[in-house]
């Protein structure tokens, strides 16, 4: 990946950043830069890298080597300045469950001395959006699992972070749910917030991330826009073949030059074209009997999917 440019303003700048867990290798001399107002997102597989690279711009996981910059501060040297900017919803959930919502964002918002007339403020605006006000004063033992990734966000912002680490941060809630916190994710990037990005929800990741970089054991595999990596790595369309393998490689074998690329999978054949409903209107014509084609536009997943493989990492 290019080399982060100097002149461009950024709030996180990574350059051989290299982390390791004794002799195991987490993260191996990546480089990246992220700007205001925008969100940028981090992909791969279980095991790739991203959460120790969350972690390391968190300050809560120290740099091996490289060099790693937050908000212009060196986080060797400046880790507590560094907190005091960043918001940060991690995987885990870190509630106090002995406290109630309102609670548990009042504690919050004192670690970062937020006056109280502030704090409530916020706390009100936060809880609103986030659908929980009528949970204000109900113990946080009680609530749903959505409702506390909900809370966890709302937590996360009460500080008005200048750059906001999500990882995993709508695991577990609803479609609706899920939306809404898109919603006002969204918004925090017209604020000029950073927004740094783990899911492994693919939509997700087409729906917020203006760049993103891909991982696979600790290393950027690809690095773009969204809608870039579908082009580079797939094509506009994906057109499905079901039918026996003796048929789909019959089909291969007779468009493989009317397609940038292909995967055979178990009972599938995916084909990656420029022009999907014309390589469909071709296959459906073409006399291959008890053969099922679909015609679709290619995503995220297609190319998370044909970079990183389908076999689990667990």
């Keep these: 990946m290019a080399s982060p440019d100097p002149n461009h303003q950024t709030t996180v700048q990574a350059r051989d950043l290299v982390k390791r867990y004794g002799a195991f290798t987490a993260v191996a001399g990546i480089a990246f830069e992220t700007r205001p107002g925008e969100c940028f997102g981090f992909l791969g597989p279980n095991g790739a890298g991203k959460t120790s690279t969350m972690r390391m711009i968190g300050c809560s996981s120290p740099v091996t080597s490289g060099e790693l910059r937050v908000l212009g501060m ?159 790595h797939a094509a506009r369309d994906v057109v499905e073949v079901a039918a026996s393998r003796e048929r789909r490689n019959a089909v291969l074998g007779a468009y493989a030059d009317r397609v940038r690329g292909h995967e055979m999978l178990q009972e599938k054949l995916l084909l990656f074209a420029d022009d999907g409903e014309r390589l469909l209107h071709d296959l459906t014509g073409g006399g291959y009997a008890g053969a099922e084609f679909l015609s679709r536009r290619a995503t995220l997943e297609d190319v998370f999917l044909k970079l990183t493989g389908r076999s689990l990492n667990e």
């Design 74 to 232: 060196d986080v060797a040297g400046a880790a507590r300045r560094i907190k005091a900017r960043l918001g940060v919803v991690s995987q885990e959930d870190t509630l106090d469950e002995e406290l109630t919502v309102r609670e548990n964002l009042r504690v919050y918002a004192r670690y970062f001395g937020i006056p109280g007339r502030t704090a409530n403020e916020r706390l009100e605006r936060l809880t609103g959006f986030l659908q929980l006000t009528e949970k204000l004063d109900v113990n946080v033992r009680f609530i749903s699992g959505g409702m506390k990734r909900r809370l966890m966000i709302a937590r996360a912002l009460i500080s008005e972070p200048r750059v906001l680490i999500l990882d995993e941060p709508t695991t577990g809630l609803d479609p609706q749910a899920r939306h809404l916190v898109w919603e006002k994710l969204r918004e925090l990037k017209g604020e000029e917030r950073t927004l740094l990005l783990t899911t492994h929800y693919m939509e997700e990741a087409e729906q917020l991330c203006d760049r993103l970089v891909v991982m696979e054991g600790g290393r950027i595999i690809a690095h773009g826009r969204p809608r870039d990596l579908v082009r580079t």
